[in-house]
Nanobody
Framework: QVQLAESGGGSVQSGGSLRLSCTAS????????MAWFRQRPGKEREGVAG???????TYADSAKGRFTISQDNTKRTLYLQMNDLKPEDTAMYYC???????????????WGQGTQVTVSS
């Protein structure tokens, strides 16, 4: 059974940084495409950054230049380094996995439970 467990969320002030982690179990990690999504209060879930099983990466415009997605296949862990955080980044952040390339479409097969990020001004 595929399980994704996010961690690293918290409360920071505007301009601060956080690193989110997502550890996968029950999957052949290197064969999966992974992504980070977020859901802001009152908004639909939106893609933030994605990485395919070749290591190609895509970012949402809101994340470009501030967020970095990476992974450690040996640790079966996906990361999202978030710098220069803004109040509008406040959201529940979710990790997602799928054997097919989904990029930032919210159609991934597997999802974590989420980790809350709160940015105060």
């Amino acid at each position: 059974q595929v399980q994704l467990a996010e961690s690293g969320g918290g409360s920071v002030q505007s301009g601060g940084s956080l690193r989110l982690s997502c550890t996968a179990s029950g999957v052949t990690y290197s064969r999966f495409c992974m992504a980070w999504f977020r859901q802001r209060p009152g908004k639909e879930r939106e893609g933030v950054a994605g990485i395919d099983n070749d290591g190609d990466i895509t970012y949402a415009d809101s994340a470009k230049g501030r967020f970095t997605i990476s992974q450690d296949n040996t640790k079966r862990t996906l990361y999202l380094q978030m710098n220069d955080l803004k109040p509008e980044d406040t959201a529940m952040y979710y990790c997602a996995a799928d054997p097919e390339v989904r990029w930032l479409l919210p159609t991934y097969e597997y999802w974590g439970q989420g980790t809350q990020v709160t940015v105060s001004s």
